[in-house]
């Protein structure tokens, strides 16, 4: 009889503490972001933080859901197969959603557009896609501007970079004529480049949705994430990182509160 009571107030215990756990994986752990460090203002490291309109929107997102998140620097070429073999939980770092793409990942639903630049040094003579033909033009590997150089102007020399940084470099020292890449990206690069003069010949909107991917088949996650989004969209916080990191793109329409 003593075991007996025993063993049904531990079941009871169990199902209790089971209750207060909320049986939910995603809200329970402390869900890995892996993100890039040095392409602002989309992402990137300030003062330690992860930061960027990408990185704020997902913080904010979470936090209506209650998931935590701890973020780690990688390289864009790296990401989504980190992401498919749960090395990290989330991608974010402005992945437009490619056919390609989600073959190996699964994405949430969009909350930016692709917007692509042709950035150069001041005095550079290059002034649109036509003129990039014959030369050195960096791009990020495996990135939309990678994808849009080598369809749009094959005769070009493409320069695949692993980062941001390492592909700006090239630029300012002349081992690349232009560079292919996200235009708030590009904008920022010009703000801060107190060495060099960059300007950015060309810009181009593509209808290329931007969204933090998931491990194919965690429905669970994608779902939380697509909440979080949706509540951040409704309470105006999308519009003002927007506003914060992002001044100058255009806000569409789907997006504003």
Same mark, same amino acid.
């Given at each position: 009889?003593?075991?007996?009571? =025993?063993?049904?107030?531990a079941?009871?215990?169990?199902?209790?503490?089971?209750?207060?756990?909320?049986?939910d994986?995603?809200?329970?752990?402390?869900? @890995?972001?892996g993100?890039l460090?040095?392409?602002?203002?989309?992402?990137?490291?300030?003062?330690?933080t992860f930061?960027?309109f990408d990185n704020e929107?997902?913080?904010?997102?979470?936090?209506k859901?209650?998931?935590k998140?701890?973020?780690?620097?990688?390289?864009?070429?790296?990401?989504l197969?980190?992401v498919?073999?749960?090395?990290f939980? =989330?991608g974010?770092?402005?992945?437009a !959603?490619t056919?390609e793409r989600?073959?190996?990942v699964?994405?949430?639903?969009p909350y930016n557009f692709?917007?692509?630049? =042709?950035?150069?040094?001041?005095?550079?003579?290059?002034?649109d896609?036509?003129?990039?033909?014959?030369? @050195?033009?960096?791009?990020?590997q495996?990135?939309v501007?990678d994808?849009?150089?080598?369809?749009?102007?094959?005769?070009? !020399?493409?320069? @695949?970079?692993?980062?941001?940084?390492?592909a700006l470099?090239?630029?300012?020292?002349?081992?690349v004529?232009?560079?292919?890449l996200?235009q708030?990206i590009?904008?920022?690069n010009v703000?801060?480049?107190?060495?060099?003069k960059?300007?950015?010949?060309?810009?181009?909107?593509?209808?290329v949705?931007?969204?933090?991917?998931?491990?194919k088949?965690?429905?669970?996650?994608?779902t939380?994430i697509?909440?979080g989004?949706?509540?951040?969209i409704?309470d105006?916080?999308w519009v003002?990182?927007?506003?914060?990191?992002?001044?100058t793109?255009?806000?569409?329409d789907?997006?504003k509160a």
């Amino acid at each position: 009889m003593k075991k007996t009571l =025993i063993a049904t107030l531990a079941a009871g215990l169990v199902a209790v503490l089971a209750a207060c756990g909320g049986g939910d994986a995603a809200a329970d752990k402390t869900l @890995r972001v892996g993100t890039l460090s040095d392409a602002p203002p989309n992402i990137y490291v300030e003062n330690g933080t992860f930061t960027g309109f990408d990185n704020e929107l997902l913080k904010a997102a979470a936090v209506k859901q209650n998931l935590k998140l701890e973020f780690a620097s990688t390289d864009f070429s790296s990401l989504l197969g980190q992401v498919a073999n749960n090395q990290f939980d =989330i991608g974010s770092s402005a992945i437009a !959603q490619t056919e390609e793409r989600k073959k190996n990942v699964d994405f949430s639903n969009p909350y930016n557009f692709e917007v692509m630049s =042709i950035q150069t040094k001041d005095g550079s003579p290059i002034t649109d896609e036509k003129a990039l033909s014959g030369k @050195r033009v960096a791009v990020i590997q495996a990135t939309v501007g990678d994808k849009w150089l080598t369809s749009t102007v094959p005769d070009a !020399q493409a320069v @695949r970079f692993p980062g941001y940084a390492p592909a700006l470099a090239a630029l300012k020292s002349g081992a690349v004529d232009a560079y292919v890449l996200d235009q708030a990206i590009a904008e920022t690069n010009v703000k801060d480049s107190t060495d060099t003069k960059l300007k950015v010949v060309k810009s181009f909107t593509t209808d290329v949705p931007h969204g933090f991917a998931v491990k194919k088949g965690n429905t669970e996650l994608l779902t939380k994430i697509n909440e979080g989004l949706k509540q951040v969209i409704a309470d105006g916080t999308w519009v003002k990182l927007h506003e914060r990191f992002l001044p100058t793109a255009p806000v569409p329409d789907q997006f504003k509160a």
